[in-house]
């Protein structure tokens, strides 16, 4: 095993044998997703911290856009993903929220309906409408949504069927983890 030689006597991050010189690269990495609270301990266990903030980040748009705010394509947003896009109708409402989340995380995509997250945007109607998930419950995700008839709606439930029937892609900011046995 690789050995790195700093001290990380007294910060709690690892199970390691501190009595030794230096810890193994398994060591480091874990620390390193310690610091970057990928994990709290050997195992990685997701992402619950973050989607817990990002549900309250995204609830806290309720009260600014209810339900039944007018919001149809005159709407845009200057999506910090790509300054050079003005996302419009609901894609503007999606950018806006999850900025508010991410900040200026990358996007990565994948269709994958068991991986979805809170914060997610889902790409639906065969990619001709935009939604972001705010929970996700037995029944399916639960939904936020601008241009729905012209309006925000909070609340509308997608199941997994409905999701695969409107040829569904998840644009998702959530780094991608990768195990030690990867």
């Not at 990685?44 to 980040?57: C, F, H, N, P, R």
């Not at 939604?131 to 199941?159: L, S």
């Amino acid at each position: 095993m690789a050995q790195l030689c700093f001290d990380t006597i007294g910060y709690g991050f690892g199970p390691w044998d501190n009595s030794k010189e230096g810890i193994t690269l398994e060591e480091s990495i874990f620390t390193l997703m310690k610091v970057f609270r990928l994990t709290n301990n050997d195992l990685l266990e997701g992402y619950s911290d973050t989607q817990a903030e990002a549900k309250k980040i995204l609830n806290s748009f309720k009260s600014r856009y209810p339900t039944g705010t007018p919001w149809g394509g005159e709407k845009s947003y200057p999506w910090i993903m790509n300054r050079n896009l003005m996302a419009t109708a609901c894609s503007a409402f999606t950018s806006e929220l999850s900025d508010a989340v991410f900040g200026d995380l990358p996007v990565d995509y994948h269709s994958d309906f068991e991986a979805i997250k809170i914060g997610d945007i889902l790409r639906v109607n065969d990619g001709g409408h935009d939604v972001i998930v705010i929970d996700i419950t037995e029944k399916g995700v639960v939904v936020a949504e601008g241009n729905f008839a012209g309006k925000v709606r909070w609340g509308a439930v997608y199941t997994k069927e409905q999701f695969v029937n409107s040829g569904g892609g998840v644009q998702t900011r959530y780094p991608v983890v990768y195990t030690l046995a990867q």
